[in-house]
């Protein structure tokens, strides 16, 4: 905790106030704990500001009476502040949010999350208003994969790899588990690929936890997408209903166009992704620039290749 | 004279008082207020912003006995308070956990359980305590989340049109937010993915339709959420995709399983345009069966690509 504004400091009091009023004698350490509030800090806005909070005319009657006393500390008079100020909406969500999902990750079921996000939603009014699913994959995959995480074992994976239309095998040293935009990720060592890798929870075919052990060789990236050097870029033009492309992808420059438009470029990690992503779009995107790696047809011959398929049967 | 202490004393002047009070009176009764004038004006607005803030509600009302009228301020301490959870140790310290485990974005949790109570136990688990999940928010989401909570239908702008739903529930899924209610033009219950709402939610009065018994239903996906007539669409699935899709459409909606490994799919559609896109993203390994309608469309949109036409 770095340097608190006054607006922290005030959130802050609004809490120890009734708090400390409610437990006469309290331990400095205590409250600087439980509150986030560094000690230094809490001693100084106690006795410079809080002794001499009050109202009109500020007598002594009329204000906050502060003791300390070997480190403990009571609180008398302080009725404005009796009790805690409330959640802002915001804050109610993300306490809310947070219990659902760890609740229904860990199903625990008579233990203290349950029990205080009863208490919690009753206080604020709320049943059943919120519902929260971080993501979604197979309970054995994620069960497995959470104990590869804990116990640093190796798992082998039978994995589609989407963006390159390909179904690999391969080993990987999982050290971090994560969800990001709905979908869980794995983040591995890779050791076919020997490099840092992310995968994608759902699209692992097959996975099989192995007994063999590894020393964690790092964090593990939480980065779903990371353009490399490498890749070949791809400037596209997208008409105005398809601006969404500008949000979903990380470009790398992107410029408004007079019809409402945008031009922008992308980094394209496999010819695939770009290949959907256009055949998507259809008429709302068309390619103004590309690296010699992308054929400038590119759309047509996927829209050939998917035809195919549809005319091979008729 | 501290900021600290400055706005301890606006607050405790605001909270004691039953009448509004004057600008004029409370930088008369709070120390550290420059002279009346602009400089004071400039100074009393950032306090008010800073408390507003921290989600203080402060109310503007008109000074009673006041003619021409004069504006006041105050705090009603009913809503000043929250109704206190009384959650015990075990209870904080599970969700200070849990705030470490998953976060939404622009809110520091921290923040939130010193309001309930404060940061019991250390806020690790066993296992490890990086972070799962970061929530996106939305400037609609706390206004939508007290519309839920308080039964107070809701106004707002969707897909250029306007819409006034009495909210159900708000869900998380798939990564996006979505508002679940009854839709009053439609007579019908409806979905709204929130980041989608164009500018600010409007909070109207009591919502007049209860929420329905039992689980509401959550269709998510962008072919579900239209205002199209709906249709049974039959997609095939290639082997090295269909256990990925399966898991995603969720088994219900198989209807084959063939020997190769692959597997055909039955979905409801409402928005025909979503659902192309969604086939589309199989690239060869997918293949719309039927209605032949929605294959025969596919097939133009194709062609029309491979000629060409758009390029």
């Known amino acids: 905790m770095s340097r608190l504004n006054a607006s922290d400091r005030v959130t802050r009091l609004l809490a120890v106030i009734p708090w400390v009023a409610s437990q006469p004698g309290v331990h400095l350490d205590e409250i600087a704990e439980r509150f986030g509030y560094p000690r230094a800090h809490l001693e100084a806005d106690l006795l410079e500001a809080v002794q001499f ?43 809310m949010a947070a219990g659902e999902s760890v609740l229904a990750l860990s199903g625990d079921e008579n ?72 979908k869980w990720y794995v983040s591995a060592h890779c050791r076919l690929a020997d490099d840092e890798r992310v995968f994608r929870v759902d699209r692992i075919v097959d996975a099989t936890l192995l007994d063999e052990t590894f020393e964690p060789r790092g964090e593990g990236g ?14 596209l033009e997208v008409a105005a209903d398809a601006a969404w492309v500008v949000q979903q992808y990380p470009n790398e420059g992107v410029e408004e166009l007079d019809d409402g438009g945008f031009r922008v470029t992308l980094a394209v990690a496999a010819v695939p ?27 047509q011959g996927t829209a050939a290749r998917v035809l195919a398929r549809y005319q091979a049967d008729q | 004279m501290s900021k600290l202490e400055r706005l301890m004393n606006l607050l405790a002047a605001l909270l004691h008082t039953s009448v509004p009070m004057t600008a004029e009176q409370l930088r008369q009764r709070i120390e550290g207020y420059p002279d009346a004038g602009p400089s004071f004006r ?20 008109t000074v009673p006995g006041t003619d ?17 959870p009384q959650l015990d140790p075990d209870e904080l310290a599970a969700m200070h956990l849990a705030t470490n485990l998953v976060r939404l974005d622009g809110v520091q949790g921290d923040q939130a359980l010193v309001r309930v109570g404060g940061l019991v136990g250390d806020g690790q688990g066993a296992e490890s305590v990086e972070p799962l999940a970061a929530l996106p928010s939305d400037t609609n989401l706390g206004p939508l989340f007290d519309a839920v909570r308080t039964k107070k239908s809701v106004s707002f702008t969707y897909n250029a049109a306007s819409r006034t739903l009495d909210p159900y529930k708000l869900s998380f899924l798939r990564g996006h937010w979505y508002l679940i209610g009854f839709d009053h033009m439609r007579e019908d219950e409806r979905q709204f993915r929130v980041d989608r709402i164009e500018g600010i939610v409007e909070i109207g009065g009591d919502a007049t339709t209860a929420r329905p018994d039992g689980p509401q239903s959550d269709r998510a996906e962008s072919w579900e959420l239209g205002d199209e007539e709906p249709i049974q669409a039959r997609i095939l ?61 596919l097939i133009s949109w194709l062609e029309e690509l491979h000629a060409g036409a758009s390029a």
């Open chain 1, 53 to 95: 909070v009050g109202v009109y005319p500020f007598t002594p009657d009329t204000m906050i009476e502060v003791s300390l006393d070997d480190d403990r500390v009571w609180i008398h008079y302080a009725d404005w502040f009796a009790k805690p100020l409330r959640l802002t909406s915001e804050q109610a969500v993300s306490l």
């Open chain 2, 237 to 297: 699935v290639d082997a090295d995709q269909a256990g990925w899709a399966k898991h995603y459409l969720g088994r219900d909606s198989v209807v084959a399983d063939h020997a190769d490994g692959s597997a055909e799919f039955e979905l409801t559609v409402r928005n025909r345009e979503a659902f192309r896109s969604f086939v589309l993203t199989f690239l060869e390994h997918a293949e719309l069966l039927s209605p032949p309608e929605l294959r025969n469309e």
């Open chain 1, 111 to 182: 233990g203290p999350l349950l029990g205080g996000l009863t208490k919690l939603g009753a206080a604020l009014g709320v049943d059943q208003g919120l519902d929260i699913r971080l993501g979604s994959a197979p309970e054995e995959t994620l069960d497995l994969l959470r104990t590869a995480v804990t116990d640093h074992r190796v798992v082998e994976l039978d994995y589609y790899t989407f963006g390159r239309d390909e179904r690999t095998h391969r080993s990987i040293e999982p050290v971090r588990f994560f969800a990001d935009e709905g």
């Open chain 1, 222 to 235: 939480m980065h779903v997408f990371t353009a490399r050097d490498g890749d070949p870029r791809v400037t």
């Open chain 2, 42 to 61: 400039r100074s009393f607005e950032r306090d008010k912003d800073d408390l507003r803030s921290m989600g203080i509600p402060i109310r503007v009302e």
């Open chain 2, 68 to 84: 021409p009228p004069v504006e006041g301020y105050r705090i009603d301490p009913k809503e000043y308070a929250g109704s206190d």
């Open chain 1, 273 to 299: 992704w770009l290949e959907r992503l256009l055949v998507r779009l259809g008429s709302s995107a068309s390619i103004v620039e590309a690296d010699p790696a992308i054929p400038v047809n590119l759309v």
